[in-house]
């Protein structure tokens, strides 16, 4: 997952391949809290990991219940041992959820039932999403429920209810606002209904009826089986009680599936890229989801994609292009419909997005902020109170590189990142790319696996003399851009290592097996200056005086060198690199945008030097330091391959006096004078 202030995406010109997607967080976590009131254990699969499920999960605990193991696991069941509908005696504390709605309104309905004594809190956005509606409801009951700040809003305090007054009339709650409203009386109900049965009544229309149909697919699958009088009424059967269904499989988000989706229909595919697979292939979701946002197909269909599907999957491939423009009523896909406004840059015409009002209060307001942000892309948006309506670009010349604010919300983030796919080359800038865990933890990483970008992915090289910092500066670049990093300094001796380990003999009669054996390992540099060899931290095993040796002598076999040239040019990957060394601007990426020789006096080198090796506890002298340094300088700018000198177009940081974090700023100032991004609409 990228964690940077912002992500820089080149013009991608191409998608083919699979995608498999994360499990649904609106499945998620009903499955989550309906185990959690359930009796039994319930072992949940393909669980999605992610900022909400986690908020979700932690309250869980809070409240008693047994959660193996206590957190997520990539590929490992979570086993859930329910409270059989009773909390533990004395069950109180304060409960953080973030901005997950799918956490915080569930959970106030059933504690508010369950009682206990618990302050309901999460992130300012959380504050500003309505829930008075559900508070109104529960009180009905007799629930106990008090506001903390404002009237009709989060953060809350939940108390001990009194039933003294339940009465058989239906329980009234507003369906225009929220859909997660009636989803929440709707798990927490049953735990009222032992004796009696209990009514939801909604009153006017209810909006995103699919996440109902969610809802009451997975109350049966636990046990409780709803009667649903045409979304008006609904009827929670006496004896009601929820047991667990034991096994439970997450489906793949469908709205997830709808940026790849998009991608499909938007992107032509690159047959020398992947010549096996045209279009995008999408697993874990497919015709049978019991998700509402699976219809998505259907008007990316009628935009022009052309679409297949199976039980558990989706191939998409473009179809009409451009795209056509629509006029479509999206409240049976409130979530996925945002990705339609993306979808809408590309259309031949205005695009029409109606009954969205349930966009105001999500993450964010949703209309205001993807009208904002397609402006600063060329769009002309108009919004309404529930609606948007979408122009692209009127020519090419009227696309432009924008910096996209995101708002904390992960779907405005995933939506324009396919503006990266405009008709002019232009890059996108994603401003704070790490909202998507709120979902989909490495969907950018999902997106550069299927991508081909127009151009090979931007290089930054960071060339200098021994002991320059550039490898700390190159990690710390890196690590502030999201960029892949190459320290090409320890290439050789990762090579003199694998070879060892292999068991060669570093002769020159063995050289073309070590090429070879080389090119076939997974070599990973990480920003916190890790080596992995394979998966193997080897950060330690290539800095010891034999690896040092080897390094050597394997440098010297052209065969090696030769190899050594395509693996370090075979780390230039999306969305861009960093790379640190003697050569890296001359030699491994000549036509690299940014070339950057640092600098720094032999005397400065050395004392540095001296300093490193004293805190480890080494001895060491400065003279005999700064000598060594000097023949080294003169070695690497004399040697006949690939000598130690500036690319003609570099940039000049003398890194004598300064410090790391000032020369770390002036690369990236540099790089930011490189952008074409514009900031306001």
Partial sequence: MYTTAFLDLPHLASACGSVQLPGSKSISNRVLLLAALSQGTTTVHDLLDSDDTRVMLQALQHMGCVVEPSAVVAGQPLRITGIDGFLPNNARGQLFLGNAGTAMRPLTAALAVLGGSFEMTGIPRMYERPIGDLVDALRQLGCKIDYLKNEGFPPLHIGQPDFSQLSDAPIQ??????????????????????NRA???????????????????????????????????????????????????HVEADASSASYFIALGAIAACDSSHNASQNGIQVLGVGKDSIQGDIRFVEAAQAMGAVVESGPNWLHISRGAWPLKAIDLDCNHIPDAAMTLAAMALYADGTTTLRNIASWRVKETDRIAAMACELRKLGATVEEGQDFIRITPPASRAD????????????????CFSLAAFNPTGLPVRIEDPKCVA???????????????????????????????????????VAEKLGFALLDSGALYRITGLAASRAGLDITEANAPAIADLVRSKAITFTPNHRVLL?????????????????ASRVAVFPAVREALLQVQRDFRRLPGLVGDGRDMGTVIFPEAPLKVYLTAS???????????????GLSANMADLLA???????RDMHRAAAPLKPAEDA?????????????????????EQRQPFTTSA
């Fill in 534 to 550: 394979d998966g193997d931290d080897i950060s330690l095993a290539i800095r010891t005086e034999e690896a040092g040796m080897n």
């Fill in 399 to 414: 696309w432009k590189a924008a910096s996209i604010h995101t708002y904390d919300d992960h779907r405005v983030a995933m």
């Fill in 628 to 634: 060594d340094l000097q023949a080294r300088d003169a």
């Fill in 651 to 671: 940039l000049y940081l003398d890194n004598s006096s300064g410090t790391i974090d000032e020369a770390v700023q002036q690369v990236l100032t540099w790089w």
């Fill in 198 to 248: 209990i009514t939801i009544e909604v009153v006017g229309e209810l909006i995103s009826k699919p996440y109902i149909h969610i809802t009451l697919e997975l109350l049966a699958r636990f046990g409780i089986t709803v009667r649903n009088d045409n979304w008006q009424r609904f009827v929670i059967p006496a004896g009601s009680r929820y047991q667990s269904p034991s096994d439970i």
């Fill in 173 to 194: 709650v507003r369906g225009d606002v929220s859909s997660q409203f009636l989803t929440s009386l709707l798990m927490a109900l049953p735990l009222l209904a032992t």
């Fill in 438 to 476: 709120k979902t989909f933890p490495d969907y950018f990483e999902a997106l550069f696996s299927v991508s081909q970008a127009s151009q090979p992915a931007p290089v930054i090289c960071i060339d200098g003399p021994t002991a320059s910092g550039k490898g700390t500066i190159a990690a710390l």
């Fill in 602 to 616: 032999a005397e400065c080198r050395a004392e540095r030097r001296y300093k490193q090796l004293i805190s480890k």
